[in-house]
């Protein structure tokens, strides 16, 4: 029975997630830094716990929700988290972090008879608020069926993708991936306008045709073509390129330990810290700000 | 009234669409040099010309489908025949050629008083069969509602994508973001797969998360994952890679020539090009295959 | 016996070539279509011709310095200056066009028994002034050694480097490559920088190891390592952004014709267009300000 | 007084290095895991230790030649041997590792009051056997030019690039440099061949004009332009691809940690890897040989 959950990491996508536990009956015991998302967790029924030791041991299972995988392996392994918990412990780490970390995170984890799986997420703050995220889960089937309480509270879609670590294998894949097909939607859109088309006819007729990706459907980059997305509000809000960043950052340290080939990927990369370096403030901005790099309105 | 058409060029593509004209019931007046294409159209109800003049004068609508923008400005201006034209004939080219070429025949077609619109198409040969092709048209809007009964008799979607040439301008900025998304594809689920993961699981993540796209919806280049696509028959059969490459070629012509930058579409290109180097007969295989760069069974 | 030289194309280049030729005591009659031009070339001694036929007309041979391949086709094929010429006559393009160019206007040429060479020169617009431009010939031997006295007024350097197109395929990928290693080192020069090290530092030790190359050794791109070269002056005079952009696009354009594969050309390509979309008058700037692409001195 | 030696790492480049000290006097006390390696240095007139800290311990200076950062941070950090070593003891680590690392171990080294410097080299194995290498220093000026009398028996040519950590940043900046000029090399000839150039024409008129770089001038890529490089030789010893891939790797971890763009880096990684996956035992290949993605004799 999972009763008691601890949930590390209050962040932007931590906080709400916390949330929508305690919002489904979960008595959430919570642990961060920050006087204000301890104030925010409280707001949403959480219990605030002093360490992450204090909201954790004697807890049913164990959530967390940390920037990097140096935080996780720290938390867990160094300052010893993992060894002062109950055995059969369901352990859930959310962070997006580099698929060998996860399977160090797993193995130490099995040392102490604890039961974990990698699940980071996908759908950024919205989804996380409205408790639609998608978690893409590494591990035994049995534990990721365990999970699902937990995980159905704060999301819509359950992927299980394979053992340890192909949660964060699956998470890596698909920002790269999205990462590719949003610049070549910008250089696309900016090829068109360049050579004299309107952005929303070759916005149309590309979604019915071969050209159609998520990028262009649901996140059109460039400005004025769809309402609602960060292009029609100076690329602020979203999915951050120091975000981004990030998580190209973790595919290609994949593809490097593995020997892998990845051009398009790593091109993206190079665009996306270029594009950092050539905007104030670049790093902010939505990840669909990269239009700007290849059509400057003023310029037109 | 357009009850006689003239149709130039009878290939893969132009073979099929010549003969759902003849279907739907229009005088297909038809040329090509290959007896067997000849035939072939025979066969489906058009009558054989012994050149273009003799298909094409007196015709209600002439409209061609030719390998390449050279040929087309050579059988249009070079040769004379928009001259022979009875004024306010109708002329379609569905050719893929550069969006110049299509503004210089627009321009030629305009000085002997006829009407003219690019029309290129997506869907390849099984679309073209099907009648189900999409046209993307340039051109005036009187002209392109003119067009409308025979591009509908051989297609399902008819686009304006806007003035003269800007039918191939979409054309060709569809193609280079399919081709870029079909690499960013096979980079991705590579990446997966040297790291662990069934090609099969990943893709249904990726399918319902942010790195959607149609090349993995509908087209998936790993083997094994979908079947009646060209990966589950050793890239046999659809759109080959020497189309993909000249398509890729029009889009960068047409960046170098508005100063558009596209690093993308340009490293695409250039895996295409290499990809036709390293593999056997790589030219010929479908677009899909340049899945081999990444992943080798064998080498697995 | 070469006496009456015929000049054609009187800018930055060809200014300073024929004042040479006249300076070597050469008779050049000299066409141009810029009245400051031809003062220029009056005052060097040259005689001002009105039209290229009265400049080439009689001449025992003509020199061309053109900015594209298209005015060079138009002069020597389409207005018939070819065919105006006394056979024999010995013609020498120096203008930087496509093999596909110097070939047509070789055959041109050798169907009025002319003897042709393509000539493009390296070295810029102090060599011109100096005479000392590098000339990369394509054209028959005896061809080329009937040129030399001419090349060696305006040049120190005279390589033939094939039969006809030859010399044109030489320049482009010479300029390819200067491109890619020019960018390479302004990466690793702001890389290094970004990592804490000093400029002159890192370029001193490469200089002494395998990353040694002429953008390193000639034509430092980092703002204060190199004295006289354009990195100390805001970027200004040199080899602008837009002709290297324009070899560029000869390069790929002759690489698609015939198949290769050039990854790294086409991202040089790519980057020298965003640097021009991102930069005010980028592409004006001399071509080591590439630089500012990845390292903004009040970013440091 | 530099006197005992310790010299811990016997490999391809350490085994020499360790012979030239020896050879200069200096008394070595050299440590390997490997029997062979062993009986080596013992023939070349070291003492053979049982552990490193049997070499070190009481040594006037430890030189470390290992294979990676994981490897110098186990024996110097983890294992203990800086705790282990005589205050004001020079450590000199000639590994090729990260600049994060370097300074991890200058850190280390600090606490213990030892002095230390970072000082990768560059010449591969030739260079190593002739005592001809070039030294990249890190570290305080004191400390590097207290290094040099063991350097100079080892080396030719002794830069201090800076503080700590900066003789790793020379190192990987100037071999992403060597790889983009490589690459960029390979392909300029490939396309000046498809193009119709000989090779050796075309590299004697590169080498004189602005393309001219290391990897044209020392170590041509295509067969038959240069002798005595690994093109004549089918692409065997020398500068292993492995190699290659493993130094790109620590430079774009340095680029990503430091937030540089590297697109050209970055590209050269990513053919490196293609390379390794599409060649049959393409990672022990020389460097150069990532021609055969460009040219293949056989398909020319």
Redesign the interface.
């Known amino acids: 029975m999972l009763e008691h959950i601890a949930f590390i990491g209050l962040g932007n996508m931590g906080g709400p997630m916390a949330a929508n536990l305690a919002k489904a009956g979960f008595k959430v015991s919570a642990f961060d830094l920050s006087p204000a998302a301890q104030e925010r967790a409280r707001a949403a029924g959480c219990s605030i716990a002093k360490t992450p030791a204090e909201a954790a041991i004697g807890a049913d299972a164990v959530i967390s929700m940390l920037p990097n995988g140096d935080i996780c392996e720290s938390l867990y392994i160094s300052n010893g988290l993992l060894a002062a918990l109950r055995p059969g412990t369901l352990v859930i780490d959310s962070s997006t972090v580099s698929?060998a970390t996860s399977r160090r995170l797993a193995t130490a984890a099995g040392k102490h008879q604890l039961r974990f799986i990698d699940a980071p997420v996908?759908g950024g703050v919205a989804a996380a608020a409205a408790g639609k995220l998608?978690f893409?889960c590494g591990g035994d089937a049995d534990t990721v069926e365990a999970a699902r309480p937990l995980l159905a509270a704060m999301g819509a879609?359950i992927?299980?993708?394979?053992?340890h670590?192909?949660g964060s294998?699956?998470k890596?894949?698909?920002?790269?991936?999205?990462a590719?097909?949003m610049?070549?939607?910008a250089?696309?859109?900016?090829?068109?306008v360049?050579?004299?088309?309107?952005p929303k006819?070759?916005s149309?007729?590309?979604l019915?045709?071969?050209?159609?990706?998520?990028?262009?459907e649901?996140?059109n980059p460039f400005p004025g073509v769809m309402e609602g997305v960060p292009a029609s509000r100076g690329y602020q809000g979203g999915f951050m390129v120091n975000l981004m960043?990030k998580d190209l950052?973790l595919?290609?340290?994949?593809?490097?330990s593995?020997?892998?080939?990845?051009?398009?990927?790593?091109?993206?990369?190079?665009?996306y810290?270029?594009f950092?370096?050539?905007e104030a403030d670049g790093g902010n901005l939505d990840f669909s700000g990269i239009q700007k790099?290849?059509?400057?309105p003023s310029?037109g």
């Open positions: 698929p996908s998608a893409m879609n992927f299980r993708a394979g053992d670590g192909s294998v699956a890596i894949c698909n920002n790269m991936l999205l590719v097909h610049i070549g939607t250089e696309a859109l900016a090829l068109g360049q050579n004299g088309m309107d006819v070759l149309e007729i590309m019915k045709s071969s050209g159609c990706n998520w990028s262009l649901k996140y960043l950052g595919a290609l340290e994949a593809a490097h593995t020997g892998a080939s990845t051009p398009m990927g790593s091109l993206a990369n190079s665009l810290a270029l950092r370096q050539q790099l290849f059509y400057k310029a």
